[in-house]
């Protein structure tokens, strides 16, 4: 558990989702950095297609478990976080984001579930969707 009052604020105010989530956030936004190989700003479309590959990666066909463990069920969950931490300036923003950028982007019940595939060959795991 990460003890740091900045994260120990926003749970206080926004109990919703668990340290793990924001945690995982900062990740994708990392890993998505070097997958567009974006300097500066992520989109919000562009952090949600990155947090959909890094979890299929490291959690494969759990991954919607996972996320719902971390009382993240849908796209615009991310993007309360996201906001969240905007607010507590973890993260900036620019004048065109917003938190509907979040919304509906994909279903996890479909990425996740429906149209994840096993791999036995080792390559990633990456839903067709």
Known sequence: ??????????LEKDPRYK???YI???EA?????EKFKVQRHVTGK???EGIKELGLKKF???TKM???YWGVKNTIDFGNIVFNMVEERILSKTEEDKLDDFKDVYDFEEVFVKNYKLDFTGKDR????
């Open 66 to 68: 996972v996320f719902e």
């Open 29 to 33: 936004l990392h890993y998505t950095r």
């Open 46 to 48: 562009q952090l949600l």
């Open 1 to 10: 558990m990460v003890k740091d009052p900045v994260f120990e604020r926003i």
């Open 19 to 21: 340290i793990e989530a």
């Open 24 to 26: 995982f956030v900062l």
């Open 60 to 62: 494969g066909a759990l």
């Open 126 to 129: 990456i839903s067709k969707y």
